[in-house]
């Protein structure tokens, strides 16, 4: 076995206050706080953001696996899906984290987020960009990803050209690659942004990594995080229950079914 299993039984709930990158940024705080700190980056569509997600993310801190979570939000601007306006994602966001002291939301686009926390690498390039590095050097990032994305980056496909561009995504995926402009406000650049030393994968019920062999590419799985009452939860299934007018009590928090309410997403047809 090349991880640690890390299981939670419990919910957490965060208490005291939060952190807006953008602030810490205008106060000069952002360098003295994330010195010499473990730095979890987590990115996806959020769409809606779900118990699993939550719990992910908070359980990181409270294990120790990571001291400050930063999350980036998936911009859009990409092939892969179509997902509810950024603005409401967002404002979602910072209503489930708006007290955590050590989960950092930010509105700024990931080319922005890049350069606040990292400088040119010019001994190093990826796919013909430089690639980039923590301006301070003594914080890591780890990488925090769900089983489903471990799964689809990890395992090769049988269909040629979806293996083409599995590669392709393996090749910046997590890396810290400069980001260029046509992908400055772009899903693409999120998962440019930061250079990750390893992962800490959430396991999805259902999903085997067993097949992965420890590692998602070049870059090995430290651990894998698993929430028994939150293994399920997942965005489709939120929104496939919430159009069908079935509950979703269990699978989002009460202050983001508050804000799909009032702004009408993914209703009853």
């Not at 400088?119 to 990826?126: A, G, M, V, W």
């Not at 049988?158 to 402009?181: H, L, S, W, Y």
């Not at 919430?242 to 209703?267: C, E, M, R, T, W």
């Given at each position: 076995?090349?991880?640690?299993?890390i299981?939670?039984?419990?919910?957490?709930?965060s208490?005291?206050?939060?952190?807006?990158?953008?602030t810490?940024i205008?106060?000069?705080e952002?360098d003295?706080?994330?010195?010499?700190?473990?730095?979890?980056?987590?990115?996806?569509?959020f769409d809606?953001?779900?118990?699993g997600?939550?719990?992910?993310?908070?359980?990181?801190?409270?294990?120790?696996?990571c001291?400050?979570?930063?999350?980036?939000p998936?911009?859009?601007?990409?092939?892969?899906?179509?997902?509810?306006?950024l603005?409401?994602?967002l404002?979602m966001?910072?209503?489930?984290?708006?007290?955590?002291?050590?989960?950092?939301?930010?509105?700024?686009?990931?080319?922005k987020?890049?350069e606040a926390?990292?400088?040119?690498?010019?001994?190093?390039?990826?796919?013909?960009?430089?690639?980039?590095?923590?301006?301070?050097?003594?914080i890591e990032v780890i990488?925090?990803?769900?089983?489903?994305?471990a799964?689809?980056?990890?395992?090769?496909?049988?269909?040629?050209?979806?293996?083409i561009?599995?590669?392709?995504?393996?090749?910046?995926?997590?890396?810290?690659?400069?980001?260029p402009e046509?992908?400055?406000?772009?899903?693409?650049?999120?998962?440019m942004?930061?250079?990750s030393?390893?992962?800490i994968?959430n396991?999805?019920e259902g999903d085997?990594?067993?097949?992965?062999?420890?590692q998602?590419?070049?870059?090995?799985?430290?651990?894998v995080?698993?929430?028994?009452?939150?293994a399920?939860?997942?965005?489709?299934?939120?929104?496939k229950?919430?159009k069908n007018?079935?509950?979703?009590?269990?699978?989002?928090?009460?202050?983001?079914?508050?804000?799909i309410?009032?702004?009408?997403?993914?209703q009853?047809?």
């Amino acid at each position: 076995m090349f991880w640690r299993m890390i299981v939670f039984f419990i919910s957490i709930t965060s208490t005291s206050y939060g952190l807006l990158l953008e602030t810490m940024i205008d106060l000069g705080e952002l360098d003295e706080t994330l010195k010499g700190k473990k730095l979890g980056y987590y990115t996806g569509s959020f769409d809606p953001i779900h118990i699993g997600h939550q719990n992910f993310c908070e359980g990181v801190i409270k294990a120790g696996l990571c001291d400050y979570v930063i999350i980036v939000p998936a911009w859009g601007k990409d092939p892969y899906k179509k997902r509810a306006d950024l603005a409401i994602r967002l404002e979602m966001l910072e209503s489930l984290f708006s007290l955590h002291p050590n989960i950092i939301v930010t509105h700024l686009s990931p080319k922005k987020v890049q350069e606040a926390l990292t400088k040119i690498h010019l001994e190093k390039s990826i796919r013909g960009y430089p690639s980039v590095r923590m301006k301070d050097e003594t914080i890591e990032v780890i990488a925090l990803i769900g089983s489903d994305t471990a799964l689809s980056l990890g395992l090769p496909s049988n269909d040629n050209e979806e293996e083409i561009n599995r590669k392709k995504r393996m090749e910046i995926f997590m890396q810290g690659v400069a980001i260029p402009e046509k992908y400055a406000e772009s899903t693409i650049g999120a998962i440019m942004l930061l250079p990750s030393s390893h992962f800490i994968v959430n396991l999805r019920e259902g999903d085997d990594l067993s097949l992965l062999n420890g590692q998602v590419g070049e870059k090995l799985i430290s651990t894998v995080y698993e929430t028994s009452q939150t293994a399920h939860a997942s965005s489709t299934l939120v929104k496939k229950l919430l159009k069908n007018g079935d509950s979703v009590s269990d699978l989002i928090d009460p202050k983001v079914f508050a804000i799909i309410q009032k702004h009408g997403l993914y209703q009853k047809n």
